[in-house]
């Protein structure tokens, strides 16, 4: 069942189709490209209900392509990823389903791979060494127990 739209709300519509597929999107990031367009409350919910019923708008989809970008780009580890999509309003269910998919195996071959890139670009003494990795992965939101198992291979 559709619901009808005026002539102004399927502007808006066309406008945040446009925005979803350029890029996956979630629900938070399009209810704040609704806001800054001055949309009504009423006509943000008609909008937000069609982008999902046409599937321009999925959350998982969203956490899936989130997840892959952030742990091959930006180097982030499950905490910092949980941390991220909280903050975008996803559902716990869903961070928990998709952060668990994240194969052992491929997290620790990601982890080994940036912690040994990381190793090579420290300078200073072995303690300022060990302060900056543990900084730096931390930030990342990497778990406490490899970048301590990673510390003592190292040593």
């Not at 009808?4 to 808006?12: A, W, Y």
């Not at 629900?27 to 409350?41: A, D, F, H, N």
């Not at 019923?53 to 956490?63: A, C, I, K, Q, S």
């Not at 939101?141 to 190292?154: R, S």
């Amino acid at each position: 069942m559709s619901i009808k739209l005026s002539k102004d709300e399927k502007l808006i519509l066309e406008k945040m189709r446009s925005y979803c597929m350029y890029q996956e999107r979630c629900i938070q990031e399009v209810k704040k490209k609704l806001t800054r367009l001055q949309v009504i409350p009423k006509s943000k919910s008609k909008i937000i209900n069609h982008l999902i019923d046409d599937d321009y708008l999925n959350e998982v989809r969203f956490t899936k392509s989130f997840i892959q970008g952030k742990l091959r780009i930006k180097k982030w580890g499950r905490i910092k990823l949980n941390y991220e999509l909280k903050m975008r309003g996803v559902k716990k269910f869903i961070i928990d389903e998709e952060i668990n998919k994240i194969s052992k195996r491929d997290y620790y071959d990601y982890f080994n791979e940036f912690s040994i890139n990381k190793i090579k670009t420290l300078k200073g003494s072995k303690e300022q060494k060990k302060r900056s990795f543990i900084n730096y992965f931390t930030y990342r939101g990497w778990e406490n127990n490899l970048i301590y198992e990673k510390l003592n291979e190292i040593n």
